[in-house]
Every structure is written in structure tokens, then in C-alpha cells.
């Protein structure tokens, strides 16, 4: 089992804070959704200027950067807000080649009030200049069950419109189950064949927090999390197992010193 963390969790982590603690934990990665309060990596020294440094720590440690988490959205409402998603993919899409990094995670975005297949002709067009740069570099997309596309048959309607082994799924387990009303088996059962990567959290309803759950550590909230656990392992998945400890959106969580370790125990308690 493949474990790694994002870097949401621990906003206030340098680099070698994270690699210590996912060398000490025994963790196989970091997934990097911001740094140091830069949500683009890409601007920042450590993945510009000294990106060679950072390989050689990243090497010396042996640990891999198994996806950076863009904020790229596939549906978008302008052509301007398009070119710029177009060019951070780009700038990921680099570092994916010198990281040797297979993934990309993006989203699907928020429709609003237009009609979703109008948003999914939007979005088949865009994927197109999208899969093209994939395809440049050899790296695949992998769009995350999220936000207006959390739904599998949604999910499920982007890849067919795709029609790209460069266009894979990013299972967040716990979006399904408590936003859409998924069972694991209905998620697994449309788009199995698809997902590369999953993301790990937990969750309780509650009606104190405006998104109707309150995220906690694993094991304690009512997300089946063994149950997914199974259904992966039955099902011959050899990706990630990344923890998304949503530190960054949400500050009152446990840090990431506790959340970290309890993750890596957690997951190999139920191997």
C-alpha cells in the first residue's frame, strides 16, 4: 500500500519538515497543493529556481511526488479564465517531466445556472487543447469526483465525451458517499475501470457547519472507510492512498503533527 499526503494539510511546513515526516511516518509521497501559502507551486523557488535541490532531496529520501494538485477546472465561463487554466496545466504538465510525476489533478468546476450539457459541450472543447498538452508530456489528468461533477454517472459522462487514455478518474472517497449519496459500490461499479489515485478523509453530519459535516480524523466519523478500503484491495488497486487533510479551508482541524501520523497508522491498521 502506497501512501502519501497533500500538502493542504500542512501549510506551514518547509520542505524538509515534510520530507522528514513522511520518511519518519512512512509515507511513499507528497502531493502538492500549494506551498508556503502559494497555491501555484510552480512560482515558488523550490519548483522554479532550486527545483534541482528539491529532486535531490526528493531522491535522497526516497520519496516521489505521485501528483501535483492544480487548480485547473475542465468547464470554464470565459475565454480568458481558459487561457489561464490552459497555462498552468502547462506549467504542471513541466514538472510532471522533470519530477517524473505521472498525474494532474484537476476538477470539473461549478456550472452555475447554465445546463450541464451545454457545460459538457464547453468542457469537450476545452478538454481537447487540455489532452493535447497531456499528451505532450506524457501525463495523464486526473479529474477528482468534486464539486458539480462528484456524481459518478457525471464523471462518467466527461470520459466518454474524452475518449483519452490521458483523462482518468481521481476517486476522493469521501465526496461521493457524503455529498452525492454514493455507495463505494456504486462509485467503483461506473468508474473502477478509470480511477489511478484516491484521496482519504473523514466526516460526521453536522448541521453546526454550513457544508453539513464537520471533517475529523480518520476512523472518527461514519464515512465507511473499510469498507472502501476492501473494495479497493479486492479489486487489485496499486495507487495512492493520499491523505487531503483540508488545513488550508479549514484552520480549527487537528494539525498536521497529529493528523499525519494517526492517517499512516489508521491505513495500516486496516491492511
Same mark, same amino acid.
Given at each position: 500500500?502506497? &501512501? %502519501? ?15 522528514? =515526516? %513522511? ?19 510552480? $512560482? ?18 526516497? *520519496? ?7 487548480? !485547473?477546472?475542465? =468547464? ?38 447554465? %445546463? $450541464? #450539457?451545454? %457545460? ?16 505532450? =508530456?506524457?501525463?495523464?489528468?486526473? &479529474? ?10 457525471? !464523471?462518467?459522462?466527461? *470520459? ?8 482518468? !478518474? ?25 480511477? $489511478? =489515485? ?18 475529523? *480524523?480518520?476512523? #472518527? ?5 473499510? $469498507?472502501?478500503?476492501?473494495? *479497493? ?12 487533510? #483540508? ?9 498536521? #503533527? !497529529? ?13
Amino acid at each position: 500500500m502506497k &501512501l %502519501a499526503f497533500t500538502t493542504l494539510g500542512c501549510p506551514q511546513w518547509d520542505l524538509d519538515t515534510m520530507i522528514n =515526516y %513522511a520518511v519518519e511516518n512512512g509515507f511513499q509521497g507528497i502531493d502538492f497543493r500549494g506551498f508556503q501559502g502559494e497555491m501555484d507551486i510552480f $512560482r515558488t523557488p523550490a519548483f522554479s529556481s532550486q527545483r534541482e535541490e528539491t529532486k535531490q532531496k526528493f531522491n535522497h529520501a526516497g *520519496l516521489e511526488i505521485p501528483c501535483f494538485s492544480s487548480s !485547473v477546472r475542465l =468547464y470554464t465561463k470565459s475565454a480568458e479564465q481558459f487561457q489561464t487554466y490552459l497555462n498552468e496545466l502547462k506549467e504542471y504538465a513541466k514538472l510532471c517531466h522533470f519530477f517524473q510525476t505521472p498525474y494532474i489533478r484537476v476538477f470539473g468546476g461549478i456550472i452555475g445556472d447554465i %445546463a $450541464r #450539457e451545454q %457545460a459538457l459541450d464547453r468542457l469537450e472543447r476545452n478538454l481537447k487543447e487540455m489532452l493535447a498538452i497531456a499528451e505532450e =508530456y506524457q501525463v495523464t489528468l486526473l &479529474l477528482e469526483t468534486h464539486d458539480d461533477w462528484t456524481a459518478c454517472g457525471y !464523471v462518467e459522462e466527461v *470520459l466518454q465525451r474524452a475518449r483519452s487514455p490521458y483523462l482518468q !478518474v481521481l476517486w476522493d472517497v469521501h465526496h461521493p458517499y457524503r455529498i452525492a449519496g454514493e455507495t463505494p459500490e456504486q462509485t467503483w461499479e461506473t468508474l473502477g475501470g478509470h480511477i $489511478r =489515485y484516491t484521496h482519504w478523509k473523514d466526516s460526521y453530519k453536522s448541521s453546526n457547519n454550513e457544508k453539513g459535516y464537520q471533517l475529523c *480524523l480518520m476512523g #472518527e466519523g461514519d464515512v465507511p472507510l473499510q $469498507r472502501i478500503f476492501q473494495l *479497493l484491495q479486492t479489486k487489485g488497486f496499486d495507487g495512492y492512498y493520499t491523505l487531503e487533510w #483540508e488545513k488550508v479551508w479549514w484552520p480549527d482541524i487537528e494539525e498536521p #503533527e !497529529v493528523a499525519l501520523p494517526q492517517y499512516a497508522a489508521f491505513m495500516r491498521e486496516m491492511e
